[in-house]
C-alpha cells in the first residue's frame, strides 16, 4: 500500500521552464541591485568571500565588488551551481515571490491532486535538484495558492543525486516507510530508473515536450484520481 507520493518539480509538478525562463531572468536583472544593497548581511559577505576564493583557485584573481558581480551574473548564464550563487540567487527571489514579482508555476491537475491524496491519508512529498529553501517558495508563492501544509516532506540533492539508487533509500528511511510504500513521480527516465532500483513505484510525467520511455506514463495527474 503507498503512503507517500513522491513528486520531481521542473517537468512534473511544474513547467520546465518557469526556471530557466522566470527565476533565472530574474536574478540576474536583480543581482547588482541586491549585492550592492546587502554586501553587508552576514550571508551575502560569505557569499562573496566564497566567491572571491573560488575565482583565486582557479583564475589567481584578486576580484573587486563589482567584479564578483559580474562572475555572478556570468554563472548565471552558464548555470553553474556553485553553493554561494545559490545562496544570493535563494535570497534574491525570496524578495521577488514576497513582493509578487511572479508565483511558482504549478500544473491545474496538481492542486487537486494533492487534495485527493490527502483524502485518503497519503502523504505528499518533493525530491528536486533545486533546494528545499527554493522549493518551498515555489510551493508557497504558487500559481494555485500556498501548498506547503498539504506537503510534509522536502529533500534535495543533500540525499544524494537523483540518478543514484541511494538516494531512494535514504528517503525512504527518513521517512521510516519501505521504498515499496513510496510512489515517485518524474519526467526524467533516469531519475525513474533508480528510484525503481530502490524498490519503489514510479510513474513518468509527460508533459508538452517530455519524451515517452519505457516507463508507464501519464500526460496529467488526472488519469492516477481514480486509481488512489
Ligand atoms: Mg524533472
Redesign the pocket.
Known amino acids: 500500500m503507498i503512503k507517500l507520493f513522491l513528486f520531481?518539480?521542473?517537468?512534473?509538478t511544474t513547467d520546465?521552464s518557469f526556471v530557466h525562463k522566470v527565476l533565472f531572468p530574474y536574478s540576474l536583472a536583480s543581482m547588482e541591485h541586491y549585492v550592492l544593497h546587502h554586501q553587508t548581511l552576514p550571508s551575502v559577505s560569505k557569499a562573496i568571500e566564497d566567491i572571491r576564493k573560488t575565482v583565486w583557485e582557479e583564475e589567481q584573481k584578486q576580484l573587486g565588488l563589482y567584479e564578483v558581480i559580474e562572475k555572478l551574473k556570468d554563472w548565471i548564464t552558464k548555470d553553474r551551481k556553485h553553493p554561494a550563487l545559490k545562496e544570493i540567487q535563494g535570497l534574491i527571489w525570496d524578495v521577488g515571490y514576497a513582493k509578487g514579482e511572479f508565483q511558482g508555476h504549478l500544473y491545474s491537475d496538481v492542486k487537486p491532486f494533492f487534495t485527493k491524496i490527502l483524502s485518503t491519508n497519503t502523504a505528499i512529498g518533493i525530491y528536486?535538484s533545486g533546494s528545499v529553501h527554493a522549493q518551498k517558495l515555489i510551493f508557497g508563492y504558487s500559481t494555485e495558492g500556498d501548498l506547503t501544509p498539504m506537503i510534509s516532506y522536502y529533500f534535495d540533492t543533500k540525499v544524494g543525486g537523483k540518478r543514484e539508487k541511494s538516494s531512494y533509500e535514504k528517503i525512504a528511511t527518513e521517512t521510516n516507510l519501505t521504498p515499496q510504500e513510496i510512489h515517485f513521480f518524474?519526467?526524467?527516465p533516469e531519475?525513474l530508473i533508480a528510484a525503481k532500483a530502490a524498490g519503489m513505484g514510479v510513474t513518468q510525467?509527460l508533459r508538452a515536450g517530455t519524451k515517452s520511455s519505457s516507463f508507464e506514463g501519464i500526460t496529467s495527474f488526472e488519469s492516477f484520481m481514480d486509481v488512489i
Open positions: 520531481d518539480i521542473e517537468g512534473t520546465i528536486s518524474s519526467d526524467i531519475e510525467l
